[in-house]
T-cell receptor, first 116, second 110 residues
Framework: GAGVSQSPSNKVTEKGKDVELRCDPI?????LYWYRQSLGQGLEFLIY????????KSGLPSDRFSAERTGGSVSTLTIQRTQQEDSAVYLC??????????????FGPGTRLTVL | AQSVTQLGSHVSVSEGALVLLRCNYS??????LFWYVQYPNQGLQLLLK??????LVKGINGFEAEFKKSETSFHLTKPSAHMSDAAEYFC????????FGTGTRLTIIP
């Protein structure tokens, strides 16, 4: 597609429920990133994929968070047993490939998650 | 570790006035620096980037930034603010993953 897409755009859930957030990267982009944007914490890195593998999961805040990527394309971020502090905007980005230095990342519009 | 610090969480300027958003970085190696803009309810859009070469970089929408190693700064400027510039601006440094500053919300006063 023309850009990174994310779904849903908004998600409201009850505390304790599981949620799945989806990211469709730009076609041909092998690197995919998840970030979280929340009040008081700013923009935080969560996880990075190169192809289907995730060499850097250092930003996942707890074991309730997991992500997968299949076919080197679509990625799903899953949050189990959601808590109110999980409320945030979850941003996905993709880039052509990852080097040790620089690669421009293109961002999707985000999914706004609200946990009641 | 690499990080960036944005001075001023909120900046207000009059329409037509100079925009100056400050960013300082800390890095043990030459950094690659970015400015992103986020309009309300939208994702992040790259304004400009510094990797190597010319220290004055020009971006979209009339913005530019100058990499000053002696001051460890990468301030964002625009000579004349427009109402459409109202948004949140993030400075970021990259080494694989992006590390963002806390953001500066720019308000334009008519």
């Amino acid at each position: 597609g023309a850009g990174v897409s994310q779904s849903p755009s908004n998600k409201v859930t009850e505390k304790g429920k599981d949620v799945e957030l989806r990211c469709d990267p730009i076609s041909g982009h092998t690197a995919l990133y998840w970030y979280r944007q929340s009040l008081g914490q700013g923009l935080e890195f969560l996880i990075y994929f190169q192809g289907n593998s995730a060499p850097d999961k250092s930003g996942l805040p707890s074991d309730r968070f997991s992500a997968e990527r299949t076919g080197g394309s679509v990625s799903t971020l899953t949050i189990q047993r959601t808590q109110q502090e999980d409320s945030a905007v979850y941003l996905c980005a993709s880039s052509l490939h990852r080097t040790s230095t620089y690669n421009e990342q293109f961002f999707g519009p985000g999914t706004r998650l609200t946990v009641l | 570790a690499q990080s960036v610090t944005q001075l001023g969480s909120h900046v207000s300027v009059s329409e037509g006035a100079l925009v100056l958003l400050r960013c300082n970085y800390s890095s043990s190696v030459p950094p690659y620096l970015f400015w992103y803009v986020q309009y309300p309810n939208q994702g992040l859009q790259l304004l400009l980037k510094y990797t190597t070469g010319a220290t004055l970089v020009k971006g979209i929408n009339g913005f530019e930034a100058e990499f000053k190693k002696s001051e460890t700064s990468f301030h964002l400027t625009k000579p004349s603010a427009h109402m459409s510039d109202a948004a949140e601006y993030f400075c970021a440094v990259i080494r694989g993953k992006l590390t963002f500053g806390t953001g500066t919300r720019l308000t334009i006063i008519p």
